[in-house]
């Protein structure tokens, strides 16, 4: 039997890139958000069930990504991952503003040309105007998520391993290498398919920049304007 994961995240923080690599490695089978759209707890645990046994022969690693919000019953979850021994991957992202600037930014993605994630063939956007009041409330449904997905992860008794946005950004070889390793799987060099929705420089990325930066003076998230 191939090796079960499950990738837990919160989004936008680079967890399609890393499922996109997966991929690209002859022995696994990587899926995305599948959970999204069954909107019975059976139905997910169902598919669960179906999608860890359905695989033999080449393939030593299965396993699939899940944002929190989108699973109908958590502690059944939790029961059927602790059932198959699955191996638990977290995708997290440091910078708490970067991550809800990702957000909008792939909300405006979305509404300009129909997909999440940026790849090569997608057209860049152009700058985003920032409303303030909404911005607000992406850092505070991150700060919820963030907080939901450790408790969530703390309570598993399987291993873990954590992928942080930041490194898979400044050493993807030694990031994704370390993934294999802890999937069980031989290092190959992974390919992703996805690319990077909003610039490190957020002065590129922001049109009202400044506005934001005074706005966010004596917060937590100062530190991230850096």
Do not use: C
Not at 12 to 24: D, E, F, I, N
Not at 103 to 119: C, D, F, M, P, Y
Not at 130 to 136: P, S, Y
């Amino acid at each position: 039997m191939p090796r079960p994961f499950v990738i837990l995240m919160t989004g936008r923080t680079g967890s399609s890139y890393l499922v996109s690599a997966l991929q690209s490695h002859p022995r696994a089978m990587v899926v995305g958000e599948r959970l999204v759209g069954l909107s019975e707890a059976s139905e997910q645990l169902a598919w669960i069930e179906r999608f860890y046994r359905r695989w033999r022969f080449r393939i030593k690693s299965v396993g699939f990504k899940t944002k929190l919000k989108d699973v109908v019953d958590r502690d059944a979850l939790a029961e059927v991952l602790l059932r198959h021994e699955a191996r638990v991957i977290m995708v997290l992202r440091r910078d708490a503003l970067r991550q809800a600037i990702s957000v909008i930014r792939a909300r405006e993605l979305k509404a300009a040309h129909g997909v999440w994630n940026q790849t090569v063939n997608t057209p860049d956007l152009e700058p985003s105007l920032v409303d303030l009041a909404d911005l607000d409330a992406v850092l505070a449904d991150v700060s919820d998520r963030n907080l939901e997905l450790d408790h969530f992860a703390s309570t598993l008794d399987l291993p873990r391993h954590v992928v942080h946005y930041e490194e898979l950004l400044a050493d993807p070889t030694g990031t994704l290498g370390a993934v294999q390793d802890f999937l069980g799987l031989r290092r190959r060099a992974l390919t992703a398919s996805t690319r990077k929705n909003t610039a490190d420089e957020l002065e590129l990325t922001i049109r009202n920049y400044d506005e934001m930066r005074e706005h966010l003076v004596g917060t937590e998230y100062e530190r991230f304007l850096a």
